[in-house]
């Protein structure tokens, strides 16, 4: 179901037979809510959120293509998030958007491809795949997230269980110098960016202060990127509520550090995540 949702932009409305729903607006085919079987919202969105392109919608679920972050000669996360995508096909559970670049990206990023985005919601499931076919001539680079912006009550009462001990990454905050993380789990308790390279492929989000748990399964995609900016920094973005930081943290399966991936010339490449809600 079509309707028209804040600046006049409009999103598919997705429901499963067991009571879970999801909104993906055609801006972006970005996903800005995730309800589960009783309702309750397991998203973060950002109440200064700007619904209108060109600027990427703030928290929900941005898809970064063709490049993640500044990995690349691309503005920051690539123009998938900042464009608007028709639909393909739908049905009452799961929807499919299509993306073309325009001739003006092309200049920007000299290669043809059809982007496709699927988001089906299941029983306190979501799964959402990224297919792009390379409709150019030559191979074409890229790199991709779901920058997935999950909701918690209190980032002081969660954390990310990675469900392996030691593991290595490369910290943003520090020009990507490598770091070892003590234990399993991510605690956040200040700026934190991290791209962690071939990451498990199960991750955990805990919400300690509700007990909440949602598992991230990623498939295709072989790193995970850990974001929460903390005070300073989201307290100084125009489209992010006073405080709001701590009422989310960021686990984004990706093809970041481990890419770019070179696509050849009419291949196709997919990548997907499923997000589901442990009972
Ligand atoms: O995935 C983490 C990150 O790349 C951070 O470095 C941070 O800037 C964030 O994404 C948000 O980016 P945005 O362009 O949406 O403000």
């Known amino acids: 179901k079509l309707v028209e949702g804040p600046d006049n932009q409009q999103k598919v409305l997705l429901q499963s037979s067991e009571g879970g729903s999801v909104e993906v607006f055609l801006h972006g085919a970005h996903v ?64 499919t958007l299509s993306f073309r670049p325009s001739t003006e990206q092309q200049k920007q990023f000299p290669h ?35 920058h997935t912006y999950f909701l918690v009550s ?28 003590s234990g399993s789990h991510v605690q956040f308790q200040q700026e934190f960016d991290a791209i962690f390279v071939g990451a498990p492929d199960t991750i955990k989000v805990v919400d300690e202060k509700n007990g909440r748990k949602i598992s991230v399964k990623k498939q295709g995609l072989p790193d995970a990127v850990l974001w929460n900016p903390w005070g300073d920094k989201a307290n100084g973005m125009a489209d992010m509520g006073h405080d709001q930081y701590k009422n989310f943290l960021c686990v984004e399966p990706a093809v970041a550090a481990s890419g770019p991936i070179n696509l050849p010339s009419g291949q196709s490449w997919s990548g997907t995540q499923i997000l589901s809600l442990d009972s």
């Not at 200064?48 to 500044?70: E, H, M, N, S």
């Not at 306190?124 to 990224?130: I, K, N, P, R, V």
């Not at 990675?162 to 110098?177: I, P």
């Open 154 to 181: 209190d980032v002081d009462r969660a954390h990310v269980d990675l469900g392996s001990e030691g593991l290595t990454y490369q910290d943003n905050t520090k020009g990507r110098a490598e770091s070892t993380l």
């Open 32 to 95: 800005t809510s995730w309800k589960s079987n009783k309702g309750e919202e397991l998203l973060f969105m950002s109440n200064k959120a700007i619904y209108a392109p060109p600027k990427a919608i703030r928290g929900g679920i941005p898809i970064c293509f063709p490049q993640f972050g500044v990995l690349g000669p691309l503005g920051q996360h690539g123009f998938a998030r900042n464009s608007v995508f028709d639909v393909s096909q739908g049905s009452s559970d799961s929807v």
């Open 112 to 146: 043809q491809f059809h982007l496709l985005i699927t988001v089906k919601v299941g029983s306190d499931s979501l799964t959402q795949t990224l297919e792009v076919k390379n409709e150019g001539r030559e191979s074409m680079p890229f790199t991709t997230a779901f």
